[in-house]
C-alpha cells in the first residue's frame, strides 16, 4: 500500500487554525448548553462560536486549497487525504449505526416486551395491560398523542429518486473529469448539488406537513424519535454535501482539479454516495418496512 | 502482598467465612442456587489459581536462572507453532469445562414459573415498596431510624455503636422457608437493584419494565442487602432486609399485618 | 502565517522549533504534540488521582466524614471519565505521536494539523467537564457510565457533561485517523506490515476501535440530550423505549473501549520486554492475530455488563460464552511474554519492571474478567468492590503501569539524558506494594457484598477499607516520586542513540534527544533493514 516518490512528503508547519476552531468550539459547546438551560445570552455564545468555526473552516481550507495549488502535495499527501476522508467517513457510519440500532432495538425488543413478549409477561400484565406492541407506535403511554405515521410512498419516494439520481449525476461528473470533458462536469456537478438541495427542500416540506396535519413530532414516542433523528441527522448531513458538492462546483469553474489530482472533488462525491447509500438504510427501515 | 493475600485467600475458603470482620470469600447462602452459584465461583477461582501457579511459576523461574548477570547467553528461538497452538487449544478447553455447568445454572435461575408466593418489589428514590400479590399486603420498607440518623455527616454518632448500620430497615421483607418466592422487580424512577447475597440475588429494577427473579430459602434467620445500582445521592441509603421464618410464623405474620391494615382503615 | 504561499518555498530548509507560546499552540510537530499529549494526561492522572484521594478518603472509616453524598457521587463520576478519557487515552495517543513515526520511519503524522487539532480540543473538553463542578446542582454524579434515566437528573451540568463527551469523542476519532493514515501510508519503503513492531501494530488496531466505537457513544449521548431537552423516548418505557437500551449502546462502546486502553499497553509491554531479555519477541505474528481477535471480540460481548439487567437467557447466554473466550488470544499474549523471557538475558531496568507487574498484575486482573464472565458468579459480583478491583487492576496496574513503563523507556529518547535509575526503581517498588495494597483488598469487601458507588457502609467492611484508604495515600504520594524523576530528567548522563542494550528498532537509529525532524526522507534501506533484523 504505501506508495513513496523521492520527494519529501510536505509537513506544514504551524498553523492558527486548529487553535481557532477550538476556540469556535468551546464557544460553540458552551453557549448550546447555557442556551439549554435557559440562558439567553447562551445563543449569542453560540452564535459566535458557529462564526468562528465557519470562519476557520474557511480559511483552513483555503490554506489547504493554496497549497494544493502551489504543487506542494506529492501523491503520497493525496493518499493521506484520501485515507483521512474514507475512515472520517466510516465514522460517521457509525453514527448513523448508532441511531439504526436504536431503531432496530425499538422495534424488534422494546415494543414487543412492552407487549408481553419473551421474559416480559409481566411486564405488559402489571404495568401496560391492555398495549399491544405494533410498529409504529408512540409507546404505550401514547406520548404525543395520536398521529399518523409517514407513508412510504409519495413524498419520500420522490426523494429516492433524487437522491438515487444525483448519486448518478455525480458520477457522470467524476467520468467528465475524467475524461476532461469540463463543461460536461460542470453541468452535472451543478446537476447533483441542485438535487441535493431538492431534497433538503422537500425533506422541509415534509416536517412541515408531519408537524401541521399529522400530529407527528420528535415527540411522538419512540416512532417519532427514531424517524426525525434519523432523518433530521440525515438531512444536515445532506446540506452539508450540497454545500460541499457547491464548493467544488466553483472550484471546477476556476479550473482547480486534474485528471491525477483532484482529492477534494473524490472526497465529496465520496460523501455524497455515502448520504445515498445512508438514505437508502433509511426509506427502507424507517418509512417502508 | 499479593502471594499473602492469596494465601488468606486460600486459608479461608477452607474455613467458608461468613458475613465477619475481614471476611474473605463470598457467602455460601441459603438456597439451592446461592450454593451453586458459590460453587461455581469457587470453580472458576479454582481454575485461574492453577492457570496462574503455571504461568507465573515459569515466569519467576525464569526471572531468577535467565540473568544476564548469572552470565547466561540468550537464546534466539523466536516462535514455535507447535507451543502456541497448544497454548491456545488448553485454554479452550479450560474454558468450556467451566462454561457447561455455568450454563445449566442459568437455565435454573431463569426458571420462575409456579412460585407460592409473588411478591411486586417497586424501588423508589431511596426506598422500596413490597406488594404481596395474593395476600393483599403492601408496604415500604426504608432505612431504620437509628441508622438514619448517624449517617448524617457530622451527627457525633459512631457507627459502630449502631446495630447493622445502614443494613437494618423499619418494615423487613418476610417469607416462609422452602417456598418458591418469586419476585416481580420494576422502579417507579430510576434503575435501582435489589441485592440480597446470601439469596444469591441482585436484579435490576428498571422503569417501565418489570423483572423477574425468584427464590427459594433453606434456612430461617435475617438476611441483609443492599440497592446495588447507583440511584442518586441516596444511593448507598436503601438496604433490604429479608426475614425467612418458619410457614406457621409467616401465616401469623400475614394475619397480623392484615389486621393492622384494618385497623388503620377502620380507624380512618 | 506560514501557510501562505508565498512563503512556502523554503520550507524545505531544515528548521528547529519556533520560538514562544506559538511553538505548542500552532504546533505541527508530531513530537510537540506527543509532548503535549503526555504533558496533558500527566496533568489529568493527578486531577483524576485527587479525586480518587476524596474517595479513598471518604471510605477510610465508617460514616460520613468529609463530603456530602451528592458530591461523593460527583467524584466518582468524574474521577472515572477524567482517568479514562483525559489521563489513559491521551497518554497512549502522546505515545503513538512520539514513537510511531520514529518506529516506522515517517517525517511525522501524516495529517499534522489535525493532529495539533485533536490535541487542542482535549484542553477545551475538560474545561468544560470541570467547570461542571462549580455549576449549580453541581458535577454530574450518574456514574461514568451515565445510564438513564437517573442521568437525566443532573442539574445545569447535564449538557456542558454530554457537549464534553461530544469533544473528548471528535478528539479520539481525529487522532485515531491519523494513526491509522500514518501507519497505512507514511511507513519506510522496506516496512512492510508484518515487520511493525508491536507497539505500531496494536496501536493500528485499537486505532480501528476508536473509530468504529467513539461516534457510537456520541450517538448514545445524543440520545440523552434529546431524551431531556427534545421530549424523545429513546430511553422512556412509556414511549415505547428502553431505559436498558442505553445501556446496550453505552456498552458496545464502553466494551471496545477497555481494550482502546489495554490494546496499546500490550504494545508497550511487547517492545520493552523483548529489549530487556535480548531476544526477539516471541512470536511476533501470532501476537498480531491475538491483537486482531481480542478486538474483533470486543465487539460481541458488551452485554456483560447487563447480567442483571433481565436480559432473555439465549442472550445471556451467547454473552457469556463470547466473553470468555477473549481470555484465549489474551493468553497467547500471556504465554508469548513469558516465552519471549524464557532464556533469555534478562536485566530489570525500571521499564523492565514495570512491564514485568504488568505481566503479573494484568493477568490477576484478567483472572478476576473470567470469573466476572461465568454469568451466574457475576449476578453476585456485579456493581460491588469486586468489579472496582477487577477494573483497577487491569487499568492501574495495567494501562497505567505500562504508561510509566514506556515514559522510562523512551524518556531517554526524548531528552536526551538518562533519567535517575534509583529513583526510577523506588518508584516503581513504592508503586507496586500500594497499588496491591489499595486494590486487592476490594476484591474481599465485593465478595462480603460491598456495593460500589457508596459513600458510607456498614461496619464489617471497615478493615479491608482502611487497608486500601493507606493503600491508596501511598500510591498516590509514590507518584511524586515519578513528578520528581521526570522533572530532573534533564539532569542526567548523556543518552547514547541506542540508549538500551538490547533495543532493536528504527527510533533507537536516530539520535538522543530525537532532532525536531526526523526521517525528512525515508531512511535508508541500509539503516531500516538492519534496524528490522
Ligand atoms: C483495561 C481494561 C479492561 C480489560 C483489559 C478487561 C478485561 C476483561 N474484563 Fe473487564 N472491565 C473493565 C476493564 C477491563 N476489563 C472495566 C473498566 C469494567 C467496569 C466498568 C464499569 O462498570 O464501570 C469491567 C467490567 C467487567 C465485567 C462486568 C462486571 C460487572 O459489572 O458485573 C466483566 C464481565 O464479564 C468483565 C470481564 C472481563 C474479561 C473476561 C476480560 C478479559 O479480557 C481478560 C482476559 C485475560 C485473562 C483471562 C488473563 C490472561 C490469560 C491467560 C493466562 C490464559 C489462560 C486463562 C484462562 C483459560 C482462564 N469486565
Ligand atoms: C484509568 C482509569 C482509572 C485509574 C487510573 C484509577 C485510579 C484510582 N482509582 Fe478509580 N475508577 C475508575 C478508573 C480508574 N481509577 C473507574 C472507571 C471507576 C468507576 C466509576 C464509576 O463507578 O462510575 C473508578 C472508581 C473508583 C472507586 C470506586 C468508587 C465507588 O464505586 O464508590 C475507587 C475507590 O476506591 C477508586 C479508587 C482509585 C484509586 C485510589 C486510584 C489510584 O490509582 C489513583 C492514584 C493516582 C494518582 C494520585 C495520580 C498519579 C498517576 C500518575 C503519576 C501516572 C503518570 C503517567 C503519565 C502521564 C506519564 N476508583
Ligand atoms: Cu436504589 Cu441504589
Ligand atoms: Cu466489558
Known amino acids: 500500500m504505501t506508495t513513496h516518490t523521492e520527494e519529501r512528503y510536505y509537513v506544514p508547519h504551524g498553523s492558527h487554525w486548529p487553535i481557532v476552531g477550538s476556540a469556535g468550539l468551546l464557544l460553540l459547546m458552551v453557549g448550546v448548553s447555557s442556551w439549554l438551560n435557559g440562558s439567553d445570552a447562551g445563543f449569542y455564545i453560540m452564535m459566535a462560536g458557529v462564526a468562528v468555526i465557519i470562519f476557520m473552516i474557511t480559511g483552513w481550507f483555503a490554506a489547504v486549497i493554496g497549497e494544493s495549488q502551489a504543487g506542494l502535495y506529492n501523491l503520497q499527501v493525496d493518499h493521506s487525504f484520501r485515507q483521512g476522508m474514507f475512515w472520517f467517513i466510516f465514522s460517521e457510519v457509525m453514527f448513523f449505526a448508532a441511531f439504526f440500532g436504536a431503531l432496530f432495538y425499538a422495534r424488534n425488543m422494546s415494543v414487543p416486551w412492552l407487549g408481553g413478549s419473551s421474559n416480559n409477561f409481566f411486564t405488559n400484565l402489571l404495568l401496560w395491560q391492555g398495549y399491544e406492541s405494533t410498529w409504529p407506535t408512540n409507546g404505550p403511554g401514547d406520548i404525543g398523542g395520536e398521529y399518523t405515521a409517514m407513508p412510504p410512498f409519495g413524498l419520500p419516494l420522490i426523494n429516492t429518486v433524487l437522491l438515487l439520481t444525483s448519486s448518478i449525476t455525480v458520477t457522470i461528473a467524476h467520468h467528465s473529469l475524467l475524461a476532461g470533458k469540463r463543461a460536461q462536469l460542470a453541468i452535472f456537478l451543478a446537476a447533483t448539488f441542485l438535487l441535493g438541495f431538492t431534497f433538503v427542500y422537500m425533506q422541509g416540506v415534509e416536517y412541515v406537513e408531519a408537524y401541521e396535519h399529522m400530529n407527528l413530532k420528535l415527540t411522538s414516542g419512540i416512532y417519532g424519535s427514531t424517524f426525525f433523528m434519523l432523518t433530521g441527522f440525515h438531512g444536515m448531513h445532506v446540506t452539508i454535501g450540497a454545500i460541499m458538492l457547491t464548493i467544488i462546483f466553483f472550484r471546477v469553474l476556476k479550473g482547480h482539479f486534474t485528471r491525477e489530482k483532484h482529492f477534494a472533488f473524490e472526497a465529496v462525491a465520496w460523501y455524497w454516495h455515502f448520504v445515498d447509500v445512508v438514505w437508502i438504510g433509511l426509506y427502507v427501515f424507517v418509512y417502508w418496512m | 502482598m499479593i502471594r499473602k493475600s492469596f494465601l488468606s485467600l486460600l486459608a479461608c475458603c477452607f474455613a467458608g467465612t461468613a458475613n465477619a470482620d475481614w471476611a474473605l470469600n463470598m457467602p455460601r447462602g441459603i438456597t439451592d442456587l446461592s450454593v451453586e452459584t458459590y460453587n461455581i465461583h469457587m470453580m472458576v477461582f479454582w481454575w485461574c489459581v492453577a492457570i496462574g501457579i503455571v504461568v507465573f511459576g515459569v515466569m519467576i523461574v525464569s526471572l531468577f536462572r535467565h540473568r544476564k548477570s548469572q552470565g547466561v547467553k540468550p537464546a534466539t528461538f523466536s516462535h514455535s507453532t507447535t507451543a502456541e497452538v497448544i497454548w491456545t487449544i488448553i485454554p479452550v478447553v479450560i474454558l468450556m469445562l467451566i462454561a457447561i455447568p455455568v450454563a445449566e445454572t442459568m437455565i435454573k435461575l431463569e426458571d420462575s414459573r409456579d412460585p407460592d408466593l409473588s411478591i411486586v418489589v417497586t424501588a423508589y428514590q431511596w426506598k422500596w415498596h413490597y406488594k404481596y400479590q395474593d395476600e393483599g399486603i403492601d408496604f415500604y420498607s426504608s432505612l431504620a431510624r437509628p441508622s438514619l440518623e448517624a449517617r448524617r455527616k457530622e451527627s457525633g454518632i459512631d457507627p459502630n455503636a449502631v446495630d447493622n448500620y445502614l443494613r437494618e430497615v423499619d418494615r423487613p421483607v418476610v417469607v416462609p422457608r422452602d417456598a418458591k418466592v418469586r419476585l416481580l422487580l420494576t422502579s417507579n424512577d430510576v434503575v435501582h437493584s435489589w441485592y440480597v447475597p446470601e439469596l444469591a440475588i441482585k436484579k435490576d429494577t428498571i422503569p417501565g419494565i418489570v423483572n423477574e427473579a425468584w427464590f427459594k430459602a433453606k434456612e430461617v434467620g435475617t438476611y441483609r442487602g443492599q440497592c446495588a445500582e447507583l440511584c442518586g445521592k441516596d444511593h448507598g441509603y436503601m438496604p433490604i432486609v429479608v426475614e425467612v421464618v418458619e410457614p406457621d410464623a409467616f401465616r401469623a405474620w400475614v394475619d397480623a399485618r392484615k389486621e393492622g391494615a384494618a385497623r388503620v382503615a377502620r380507624n380512618q | ?533
Open chain 3, 1 to 533: 502565517m506560514s501557510t501562505t504561499v508565498a512563503d512556502l518555498h523554503d520550507h524545505h530548509d531544515d528548521h528547529g522549533p519556533a520560538k514562544g507560546i506559538g511553538r505548542w499552540l500552532f504546533s505541527t510537530n508530531h513530537k510537540d504534540i506527543g509532548t503535549m499529549y503526555l504533558v496533558f494526561s500527566l496533568v489529568m492522572f493527578f486531577v483524576g488521582g485527587a479525586m480518587a484521594m476524596v474517595i479513598r478518603s471518604e471510605l477510610a472509616i465508617p460514616g460520613l466524614q468529609f463530603v456530602h453524598p451528592e458530591f461523593y457521587n460527583s467524584m466518582t463520576t468524574m474521577h472515572a471519565l477524567i482517568m479514562i478519557f483525559g489521563g489513559v487515552m491521551p497518554a497512549f495517543v502522546g505515545l503513538a505521536n512520539w514513537m510511531i513515526p520514529l518506529m516506522v520511519g515517517a517525517p511525522d503524522m501524516a495529517l499534522p494539523r489535525m493532529n495539533n487539532w485533536s490535541f487542542w480540543i482535549l484542553p477545551v473538553a475538560f474545561s468544560i467537564l470541570l467547570s461542571t463542578l462549580f455549576m449549580p446542582g453541581g458535577a454530574p454524579a450518574g456514574g461514568w457510565t451515565m445510564y438513564p434515566p437517573l442521568v437525566l437528573q443532573t442539574g445545569d451540568a447535564f449538557p456542558y457533561l454530554i457537549f464534553a463527551i461530544h469533544l473528548m469523542g471528535i478528539s479520539s476519532i481525529m487522532g485515531a485517523i491519523n494513526v491509522i493514515v500514518t501507519i497505512i501510508n507514511m511507513r519506510a519503503p522496506e516496512m512492510t506490515l508484518l515487520k511493525m513492531p508491536m507497539f505500531v501494530w496494536t496501536w493500528l488496531i485499537t486505532a480501528y476501535l476508536l473509530i468504529a466505537v467513539m461516534p457510537v457513544l456520541a450517538g448514545a449521548v445524543t440520545m440523552l440530550l434529546t431524551d431531556q431537552f427534545f421530549g424523545t423516548s429513546f430511553f422512556l418505557a412509556a414511549g415505547g423505549g428502553d431505559p436498558v437500551m442505553f445501556q446496550h449502546i453505552f456498552w458496545f462502546f464502553g466494551h471496545p473501549e477497555v481494550y482502546i486502553m489495554i490494546l496499546p499497553a500490550f504494545g508497550v509491554v511487547s517492545e520493552i520486554i523483548p529489549t530487556f531479555s535480548r531476544k526477539k519477541l516471541f512470536g511476533h505474528d501470532s501476537m498480531v492475530y491475538a491483537a486482531a481477535s481480542i478486538a474483533f471480540l470486543s465487539f460481541i460481548v458488551w452485554a456483560h455488563h447487563m447480567f442483571t439487567v433481565g436480559m432473555p437467557l439465549s442472550g445471556q447466554l451467547f454473552f457469556m460464552f463470547a466473553t470468555m473466550l477473549i481470555a484465549v488470544p489474551t493468553g497467547v499474549k500471556v504465554f508469548n511474554w513469558v516465552a519471549t523471557m524464557w532464556r533469555g538475558a534478562m536485566t530489570f531496568e525500571t521499564p523492565m519492571l514495570f512491564s514485568l507487574a504488568f505481566v503479573f498484575l494484568f493477568t490477576i486482573g484478567g483472572f478476576s474478567g473470567l470469573m466476572l464472565a461465568a454469568a451466574p458468579a457475576d449476578i453476585q459480583y456485579h456493581d460491588t468492590y469486586f468489579v472496582v478491583a477487577h477494573f483497577h487492576y487491569v487499568l492501574v496496574p495495567g494501562s497505567i503501569f505500562a504508561i510509566m513503563a514506556a515514559v522510562y523507556y523512551w524518556l531517554p529518547k526524548w531528552t536526551g539524558h538518562m533519567y535517575n535509575e534509583t529513583l526510577g526503581k523506588a518508584h516503581f517498588w513504592a508503586s507496586t506494594i500500594f497499588v496491591n495494597l489499595t486494590f486487592f483488598p476490594m476484591h474481599f469487601l465485593g465478595l462480603a457484598g460491598m456495593p460500589r458507588r457508596i459513600p458510607d457502609y456498614s461496619t464489617q467492611f471497615t478493615d479491608f477499607n482502611t487497608v486500601a484508604s493507606i493503600g491508596a495515600l501511598g500510591f498516590g504520594l509514590s507518584q511524586l516520586i515519578f513528578v520528581w524523576v521526570i522533572v530532573t530528567a534533564w539532569k542526567g548522563s548523556k543518552a547514547t542513540d541506542r540508549v538500551w542494550e538490547g533495543a532493536h528498532g528504527l527510533e533507537w537509529t536516530v539520535p538522543s534527544p530525537a532532532p525536531y525532524h526526523t526521517f525528512e526522507t525515508p531512511p535508508k534501506a541500509r539503516i531500516a533493514g538492519e534496524a528490522f533484523e
